[in-house]
């Protein structure tokens, strides 16, 4: 095996065992906050059984501060997905270690981070699914809003589908909050560079499909 190899399959190794930690402590979090959180702001996923296996991009509409755990709460009970947040959440102290340890990672707004590109293309080519809020940020009048181009350009880079989730804008206290499930559509693009107008395509795609699933809250 030549010593490029190596230190390619030294990496693997790594990152392979960072992952089965952070499921690890994930799994043993979730038991202590699925309980305590359901009761308080109970939640009712619609089907779960659409997420694909193997690495995909996991994109909700964002309404609320809530929403990345509401997300990892309905669709991940065993692991296997990281989220992309704000950068600022990972700054604050105890709490952003622990958020690190189960596999969040964060994102600098308003630059081009390359840091947390590289680490969701390398998390979706391991076979996790990360969850990105296409918006960029929350809606604060319950709108959504434009998607970004990153969602789009990741999906494409690395051919991993696109999961649309419509999460109920309004979280009250006891009351139910739904998360459904989209079907899964992985995007084209037929130039050899997508352009702008490509990702725009996508993300209003997104966009489309988050809207039809409102409709089976109401079934």
Request: charged letters at 30%; a positive charge.
């Amino acid at each position: 095996m030549s010593e490029e190899k190596e230190v390619k399959q030294k990496k693997k190794l790594s990152l392979d065992e960072k992952r089965r930690r952070m499921d690890r402590l994930y799994r043993f979090l979730y038991v202590i906050v699925w309980p305590f959180f359901n009761l308080v702001h109970p939640i009712r996923t619609l089907h779960r059984e659409r997420l694909p296996e193997g690495g995909a991009l996991v994109c909700p509409n964002h309404t609320s501060n809530a929403d990345p755990v509401i997300v990892l709460l309905a669709t991940a009970p065993h692991g296997g997905t990281r989220a992309m947040s704000k950068q600022e959440m990972l700054d604050v102290p105890v709490l952003g270690k622990l958020l690190a340890a189960i596999g969040v990672f964060g994102i600098r707004r308003g630059a081009g981070d390359v840091t947390a590109i590289k680490t969701a293309i390398k998390f979706l080519r391991a076979g996790d699914k990360v969850i990105m809020f296409p918006e960029g940020h929350r809606a604060t009048e319950g709108e959504m809003l434009e998607a970004k181009n990153g969602v789009a350009m990741l999906a494409l880079r690395t051919g991993a589908p696109i999961v649309p989730i419509y999460i109920s804008p309004k979280k009250r206290w006891f009351r139910w909050t739904y998360v459904v499930v989209g079907e899964p559509f992985t995007p084209t693009c037929q130039a050899k560079r997508p352009t702008d107008e490509d990702y725009h395509a996508i993300g209003e795609e997104w966009k489309r499909r988050v809207n039809a699933l409102e409709a089976e809250v109401r079934r």
